[in-house]
Nanobody, 121 residues
Framework: QVQLVESGGGLVQPGGSLRLSCAAS????????MGWYRQAPGQQRELVAR???????NYLDSVKDRFTISRDNAENMVHLQMNSLKPEDTAIYYC???????????????WGHGTQVTVSS
């Protein structure tokens, strides 16, 4: 009923930048929070950043001042601008959204399939 599709991952050198995007589509009535998790090999999935409908955002401490999350409510999209990338940022990045689908009264969390970010020289 709802699909999230990420784009923008890839290979970048340390200190470089990438911009991830995620588009939500389907039977969407409303979206509250959108955000990004990441999971590195052998590590637990961790919340990188999230943004509410009013634009208020929260960040993982290790990415503050380097990453910026933004949202386009009209297009049901969320972006993650990642600057000054470090090798430890290497992970699969997953987009998520808390969605109220059309005709429903409860909220569901939907996930994208993930996009690989590799920071290496």
């Amino acid at each position: 009923q709802v699909q999230l599709v990420e784009s923008g991952g890839g290979l970048v050198q340390p200190g470089g930048s990438l911009r991830l995007s995620c588009a939500a589509s389907g039977s969407i009535f409303s979206i509250s929070v959108m955000g990004w998790y990441r999971q590195a090999p052998g590590q637990q999935r961790e919340l990188v950043a999230r943004v509410s409908g009013d634009g208020s955002a929260n960040y993982l401490d290790s990415v503050k001042d380097r990453f910026t999350i933004s949202r386009d409510n009209a297009e049901n999209m969320v972006h993650l601008q990642m600057n000054s990338l470090k090798p430890e940022d290497t992970a699969i990045y997953y987009c998520y959204a808390n969605v109220r689908i059309s005709g429903a009264t409860i909220w569901y969390t939907y996930w994208g399939h993930g996009t690989q970010v590799t920071v290496s020289s």
